[in-house]
């Protein structure tokens, strides 16, 4: 069973953009990748650009030969690039209405700061995803 997510970044003028990723959502698998392999707002942004996932994973660029069916190890499988549907990205006025509307079972957002937060039904408020990893 899919643990749904929303990944989103906080643009310089405060809106929200976000995108949906089907599985693996929870904080130890999606959680760690984002604070392990999406430290700049430059690769978020390439991220978010991809438009909704299937699954994410450390890489975002597509090696020749991956597909939906047969992605590469430790690639990004994006619905839009890797199965030809249409590019599906979200906009929100800010962060409270980002966290406000369906973030799936996690939201997760990428600050201006340059932190990771999430929100679940788990946490009244959005946590730092490392706070949350070194707490398990």
């Not at 984002?34 to 690769?43: I, Q, T």
């Not at 909704?52 to 047969?70: C, K, M, Q, V, Y």
């Amino acid at each position: 069973m899919a643990t749904r997510s929303r990944i989103a970044i906080q643009n310089e003028d405060g809106t929200v953009t976000s995108i949906y990723c089907h599985w693996d959502g929870y904080p130890e698998n999606n959680g760690n990748i984002l604070v392990s392999h999406f430290k700049n707002r430059d690769k978020v942004k390439k991220l978010i650009a991809l438009g909704s996932l299937s699954s994410l994973a450390p890489e975002i660029e597509a090696p020749e030969g991956h597909t939906f069916s047969d992605p590469a190890e430790g690639h990004t499988v994006a619905y839009s690039r890797d199965r030809g549907e249409s590019l599906d990205i979200s906009h929100h006025m800010d962060a409270d209405s980002y966290f406000s509307g369906d973030i799936e079972e996690y939201g997760y957002l990428y600050t201006l700061e340059g932190d990771w937060i999430v929100k679940s039904e788990d946490f009244v408020k959005p946590e730092k995803v490392t706070s949350i990893l070194e707490k398990k």
